[in-house]
């Protein structure tokens, strides 16, 4: 998210010459990143299918259904409203965070291994190739020091806001495609081929709204601000990019406008569409201390800090007291740079921004409004959550670090190791730890084992008891583990069932359902007779559906009693009792 007007350095012969060693430089470094994926991811890999994030195990099951249904790309599924969920009337694919392109591209690890598999690649790769790609740019695109380079790439990829959000929040994650991005308008500031870096800058906004559709906003908002801002502190420097840069994202925008017109018709318009965000701004703002302090997933942290926080998934602006002395002390150092200036105002404009519609300092309310009440009722703008705009400030300050870095290194006084040793000692108790697992049951094997084609054909309707909901989405796990081949009644998934059509999470329940929900939640039988018969009918009949079936579950007994009475008795087969309907 980054970007500078200023002309590239000229690659001398002694840095040619030098090709195979920085070669082997930049090797190391992505080589780091992946380890240090691998350590933080660590939990998840000796089992990855009975193992499951610690902090956020639903959206995990969510993440892993999603997965499943992108690789049915490859089946000639390209169906932007799925009815493989909330069966018959479906999910706007778009509408959720469905991490489609993330499924398309790890679609032979999810057909060969399973969703699981590839959820615990997604988050190891999210996090490594994040920092592997703005590595890269800082080091070849901008052409800065490696040690800068190294320490940018390190805090774009771990940062304690990337760490919280791997907690199964992989689409804010997926952000391997945004340095690439970057790049482009890095070639068009420079004149380099703006028609042809147009087209791949088009493309690319298309890939990155399928991989995750937040981060190409939260770019945009960026790269805009940054724009701005130059032109003010800058403008000399911005004046004359302005026609290739223009001529670029002209072509862009006009090639993203015909990949992207349906698609963002379907998600705004389209069957199963919201009019409004979900959840309410003044809850997932930023904690004004929450700036100075370490979160859990950090080497200095701990789970007191949470408090600081909407909860331990939205930890985006825990940046440290250190880090943010460094912050100014490079800002300082470094103030003769238009970029910086630029940064510097992009940056307060993002961090006021995340403290949403009223101040909030060590968990009391100030009533004090904050900026991001300009923004309320904003179409599409105001379904944002502020603290996530602090995800703007990471590549923000990885990029003052590595320039920082960069300059330091030539200088020959004593700055060079006051700011290079500063900014070490900055990002130290920022290294990340291990995210928490827990334990999950395995997958009957009914579903595991294709056991579910005795019941229900491939593209038909499978009733899982108990029928999953947003704040039991289990049984998903048993349609990911046939590869989404089948459809699901309800869901966890947001869809147009609020009030007036707005948005709502997951669906009311059918009759039938509301009472196995009952059964499930409290272990009571109810009194079934020929009118509980009827309406069970009625409502197979609305899903379409081909069986039920009833798996391990809480009152398990209490349940098949249950389903025995309104469907008849049920057939064991392959661990899971059976209803043909």
């Known amino acids: 998210m980054t970007t500078t007007c ?16 920085t070669a082997r430089l930049d090797a190391g470094a992505m080589l780091a990143y992946l380890a240090i994926a691998a350590f933080v991811t660590a939990g998840l890999w000796p089992s990855p299918g009975t193992r499951a994030l610690a902090v956020n195990p639903a959206d995990q099951t969510l993440t892993e259904w999603f997965l499943a249904q992108g690789a049915r790309f490859w089946t000639g599924d390209l169906s932007l409203v799925s009815d493989r969920m909330n069966s018959p009337e479906g999910i706007n694919l778009l509408a959720n965070a469905t991490n489609l392109l993330s499924g398309i591209v790890l679609a032979p690890v999810t057909f060969l291994f399973g969703a699981p598999v590839s959820f615990a690649v ?25 040690a800068g380079a190294a320490a940018g790439g390190l805090f774009c990829g771990f940062a304690p806001a990337m760490l919280s959000q791997s907690n199964s929040h992989l689409h804010i994650t997926a952000q391997i495609l945004i340095p690439l991005i970057v790049y482009c308008v890095l070639r068009l500031t420079r004149a380099q081929t703006p028609v042809r870096t147009g087209v791949a800058l088009g493309l690319l906004i298309a890939l990155q709204l399928f991989a995750g559709e937040e981060v190409l906003f939260l770019t945009a908002l960026t790269l805009a601000l940054l724009t701005l801002s130059y032109a003010v502190v800058g403008w000399q420097q911005l004046r004359a990019a302005l026609r290739p840069l223009g001529i670029g994202l002209g072509v862009a925008a006009g090639l993203a406008i015909v990949l992207l017109g349906y698609p963002l018709w379907v998600q705004f318009a389209g069957r199963q569409s919201v009019p409004n965000g979900l959840f309410p701004p003044s809850y997932f703002s930023a904690d004004l201390a929450s700036y100075l302090a370490y979160s859990p997933y950090s080497l200095a942290g701990s789970e ?102 960069h300059e330091a290194m030539q200088a020959a006084d004593l700055s060079r190791y006051v700011m290079t040793g500063g900014i070490a000692l900055a990002l130290v108790p920022l290294l990340p730890v291990q995210l928490g697992t827990v334990s999950r049951p395995e997958v009957p094997g009914f579903f595991s084992a294709g056991h579910w084609e005795k019941c229900v054909r491939p593209g038909g309707v499978l009733v899982p008891v108990p029928l999953p909901t947003p704040a039991a989405p289990e049984p998903l796990r048993w349609a990911t583990a046939a590869n989404v081949a089948f459809g699901v009644p309800e869901g966890f998934f947001i869809g147009p069932y609020g009030a007036e059509g707005r948005a709502a999470m997951g669906v009311y329940s059918q009759p039938t359902a509301a009472l196995l929900h009952e059964v499930h939640q409290k272990g009571t039988v109810p009194v079934i007779g020929p009118p509980e018969r009827e309406q069970a009918q009625r409502d197979a009949r609305y899903w379409n559906a081909s069986c039920i079936t009833l798996g391990p579950s809480t009152f398990h007994d209490e349940l098949k009693l249950t389903l025995d009475g309104l469907y008849g008795q049920g057939e064991r087969i392959a661990g899971v009792w059976v209803w043909r309907v």
């Open 304 to 405: 007191e800090s949470v408090r600081l926080a909407p909860n331990a998934t939205e930890m985006n602006t825990f940046l440290g007291w250190p880090l943010l002395l460094v912050v100014a002390a490079c800002t300082g150092y470094l103030f003769q740079s238009a970029y910086v200036r630029a940064a510097l105002v992009t940056g307060l404009i993002a961090a006021g921004l995340s403290f949403g519609p009223e101040i909030v300092v060590g968990g009391e309310r100030t009533g004090v409004a904050g900026p991001y009440v300009l923004l309320e009722g904003l179409p599409v703008v105001d379904g944002a959550l502020p603290s996530r705009f602090a995800l703007i400030l990471v590549p923000l300050i990885a990029g003052l670090l590595a320039l920082t870095v």
């Open 6 to 21: 200023q002309p590239e350095p000229a690659t001398t012969p002694r840095q040619a010459g030098r090709f195979g060693r």
């Open 122 to 146: 997604l988050v190891a790769a999210n996090l490594a190739g994040t920092a592997s790609g703005w590595y890269l740019l800082f080091a070849r695109g901008f052409r800065l020091h490696r």
